[in-house]
């Protein structure tokens, strides 16, 4: 069985691997949907889809998983969103995601479609860790050392940084 996990992975941390190692005993291949693979470089969404796979990859070299990692991107009409999805995909018959639109959306399409348990939530959350970065935190113990390289790579703390610069003094 194949089945379609997608998230920003805005960035890759131990509680989506978590998840990841968890799907890959109930399939045979994860599709790792990498989702607003559009977006990049403001806060919400720091990396690029590309650094976002790199991130993914070289984690899970470390792992014995099957996977696909694919980029999908946002489109503004909802009702066409799964269409799009299986067409930049290999077919699946298993959706897993937190998300309730997507889980509405490919409900609809009459997929299987599985909510995947959190992995401490608390600690674990991409706006979270966004958030270390830019106040200067210890974050790299929240992600896998792969993940922190890839980061230190493409110097990601300090574009975060400067996107939360203020081009202006306000008062």
């Given at each position: ?16 691997l978590e998840i990841i190692k ?138 975060i940084r400067r996107l939360n ?7």
């Amino acid at each position: 069985m194949r089945a379609f996990l997608i998230g920003r992975w805005q960035p890759f941390h131990k509680g989506h691997l978590e998840i990841i190692k968890k799907i890959s005993k109930e399939v045979d291949e994860i599709i790792i949907g990498i989702g607003s693979c559009q977006k990049s470089h403001t806060l919400t969404d720091p990396f690029t889809a590309g650094e976002r796979m790199m991130m993914i990859t070289k984690t899970l070299e470390n792992y014995d998983i099957n996977y696909y990692a694919i980029p999908i991107n946002d489109i503004d009409y909802n009702a066409v969103w799964v269409s799009s999805v299986e067409s930049l995909t290999p077919p699946f018959t298993t959706v897993y995601t937190g998300n309730s639109l997507v889980r509405e959306l490919f409900s609809e399409k009459n997929y299987a479609v599985k909510k995947p348990e959190l992995y401490n939530r608390t600690d674990y959350s991409g706006t979270k860790i966004r958030k270390k970065m830019l106040d200067g935190s210890t974050w790299e113990h929240l992600v896998p050392e792969e993940v922190v390289k890839v980061i230190e790579e493409i110097d990601g703390i300090n574009r975060i940084r400067r996107l939360n610069e203020k081009d202006y003094d306000e008062e």
